[in-house]
């Protein structure tokens, strides 16, 4: 069992940025690798942004590329997602998840999940 917990939400202007946190506890966080889905209201959750276990591999969603940045420290048991030039867009629940699949795309893929944190862009 893998419990996480995110944090760093908030409201911001248009144009500024926001850090994101997701402590993991419970089992080897370093077995999992980590990704950063949103859900905005009315949609579904769509995915953000992963990083592998040892953080070679990363993939963004086209929305956020260039803007936003995955990164992990195994030592802290955390996952971050640093969010730049944040758009109105960009207004969401963020939620970190864990997987041990190859895939990474479908929430189907993720075996845990944080309770969310909300992310409000205005513009």
């Known amino acids: 069992q893998v419990q996480l917990v995110e944090s760093g939400g908030g409201l911001v202007q248009a144009g500024g940025s926001l850090r994101l946190s997701c402590a993991a506890s419970?089992?080897?966080?370093?077995?999992?690798?980590m990704g950063w889905f949103r859900q905005a209201p009315g949609k579904e959750r769509e995915f953000v942004a992963t990083i592998s276990w040892g953080g070679e591999e990363i993939y963004y969603a086209d929305a956020v590329r260039g803007r936003f940045t995955i990164s992990r420290d195994n030592a802290k048991n955390t996952v971050y997602l640093q969010m730049n030039t944040l758009k109105p867009e960009d207004t969401a629940v963020y939620y970190c998840a864990a997987r041990t699949a190859a895939r990474y795309y479908y929430p189907t893929e993720y075996d845990y999940w944080g309770q969310g944190t909300q992310v409000t862009v205005s513009s």
């Open positions: 419970g089992r080897t966080f370093s077995s999992y690798a």
